[in-house]
């Protein structure tokens, strides 16, 4: 079992950027896929980005392709979210998610793990 916990959200400006970071305890960070899921009020769930365990891809959804980019640092069992020009559409609470799974990374289904969720609100 992996337990994951996201920092970094905040009140931001639109055009701004932010950092999202969820560090996980408890497993072999490596062997884990990992992900970012987001959710507004009155919104379905919405994949943001995802990296195998292998870490040679990275995955996003349509509405944030060129402006999100995820990484991660296994020697620091961290995976990030670095926003870019942010908008007031993306505001959200946003979800760290982990599993061994090796395919449909952007099925929610397929993650066990997720963190407790960071708020993101950005004002116009």
């Known amino acids: 079992q992996v337990q994951l916990v996201e920092s970094g959200g905040g009140l931001v400006q639109a055009g701004t950027n932010l950092r999202l970071s969820c560090e996980a305890s408890g497993d072999t960070f490596s062997t884990y896929s990992l992900g970012w899921f987001r959710q507004a009020p009155g919104k379905e769930r919405e994949f943001v980005a995802a990296?195998?365990?292998?870490?040679?891809?990275?995955y996003y959804g349509d509405s944030v392709k060129g402006r999100f980019t995820i990484s991660r640092d296994n020697a620091k069992n961290t995976v990030y979210l670095q926003m870019n020009n942010l908008q007031p559409e993306d505001t959200a609470v946003y979800y760290c998610v982990a599993d061994h799974t090796t395919y449909g990374f952007d099925d929610a289904s397929r993650y066990d793990y997720w963190g407790q969720g960071t708020q993101v609100t950005v004002s116009s």
């Open positions: 990296t195998p365990w292998s870490g040679f891809s990275t």
